[in-house]
């Protein structure tokens, strides 16, 4: 199939694409195309202009500062697989893009791009939350472009539905730096390599002066719309060991789930899959903080 027909427009600046989007009737925008080009050749999506984000040549950029990392909208998947500041301030996502779909759709595929696709199944909004992530977004209003700040946690309306305004674009995202040396990891189980997981696990963790749990986070995907912060796993065992019992319970609770059924899976296979991914993270977080202490 093709895509209906649609006027191209490749803006170079922030301010023009995001003066377009504000004008354009029907406007779409495109990022690395991987899952936005398939819609429009089976013309599940059809629009009338197309304004391509690849020419805006600030939307992709990786900086540190004392804090956070920031990360351009458009900056390439494989980019942040491999960015030397990314392994040093955030390994979690290293090794979450390793399961990220394939090498040549990790080069076109963008990290912005995958925030606004939304899929509940993605790995990328689930370290997003996992590292309370902080979210950009612009619009064009008064001549210029005016941003506003949105969590992660607030971003996923409904299925695949992020809280984008009409005429708003996402222009970066600020996660969390941990210290050197905390513990991390990603879990999940897809039905064959590169595929979306069916249910996702991503921890990170420090220990105190006494190897007890000082901070945890424990975000799982697959489960809901959006990822979901297990908050109370967190709370209820900080200050305890990082051993097998303290992971037995984080696996028992994540069981307990109120989690989504599809076609894929029934309720009561994620319930599992949250269960085991939950205990696998925190083993392997656990091991990785404890080395380093
Ligand atoms: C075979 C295959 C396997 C895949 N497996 C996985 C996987 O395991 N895990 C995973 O996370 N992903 C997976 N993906 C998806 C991949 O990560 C895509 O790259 C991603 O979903 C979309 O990113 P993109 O840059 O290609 O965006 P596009 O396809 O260009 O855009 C996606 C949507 O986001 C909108 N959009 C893009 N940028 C912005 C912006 N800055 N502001 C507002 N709206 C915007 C577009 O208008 C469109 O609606 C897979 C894709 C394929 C084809």
Not at 103 to 108: G, H, L, M
Not at 122 to 146: H, K, W, Y
Not at 217 to 235: D, F, K, N, Q
Not at 254 to 263: C, I, P, Y
């Amino acid at each position: 199939m093709k895509p209906s027909e649609f006027e191209y427009h490749a803006p170079t600046t922030l301010a023009e694409a995001a003066r377009l989007l504000a004008t354009l009737e029907d406007a779409k925008l495109l990022a690395g195309g991987q899952s936005l080009m398939p819609m429009m050749n089976f013309r599940y999506l059809m629009t009338s202009h197309l304004i391509d984000l690849n020419t805006v040549s600030s939307l992709s950029s990786i900086e540190a500062d004392a804090h956070q990392l920031h990360i351009g909208s458009m900056t390439r998947q494989r980019d942040i697989e491999l960015s030397p500041l990314v392994k040093r301030h955030a390994p979690l996502l290293r090794e979450a893009y390793q399961l990220v779909s394939h090498k040549q759709i990790r080069n076109r595929g963008t990290y912005g791009g995958a925030l606004c696709q939304l899929d509940p199944s993605s790995e990328q909004p689930c370290f997003t939350a996992a590292l309370d992530g902080m979210l950009t977004i612009g619009r064009f209003e008064n001549d210029a472009v005016q941003l506003r700040e949105l969590p992660m946690a607030e971003w996923a309306q409904m299925y695949m539905t992020p809280a984008l305004e009409e005429g708003e674009l996402l222009v970066r995202v600020a996660l969390d730096i941990w210290p050197e040396g905390h513990g991390y990891a990603f879990e999940e189980f897809a039905r064959r390599h590169g595929d979306y997981a069916i249910v996702g696990v991503a921890a990170l963790c420090t220990a105190d002066a006494r190897g007890m749990i000082d901070r945890l986070s424990l975000t799982i995907c697959g489960v809901a719309a959006g990822p979901v912060r297990l908050y109370e796993i967190e709370a209820a065992l900080h200050g305890r060991a990082m051993d097998e019992d303290s992971i037995r319970f984080a696996g028992d609770a994540a069981r307990e789930l109120d989690v989504m059924t599809d076609a894929h899976v029934s309720s009561d296979y994620r319930q599992h899959l949250a269960g085991v991914l939950c205990e696998r993270a925190l083993r392997t977080a656990f091991a990785r903080a404890q080395r380093q202490s």
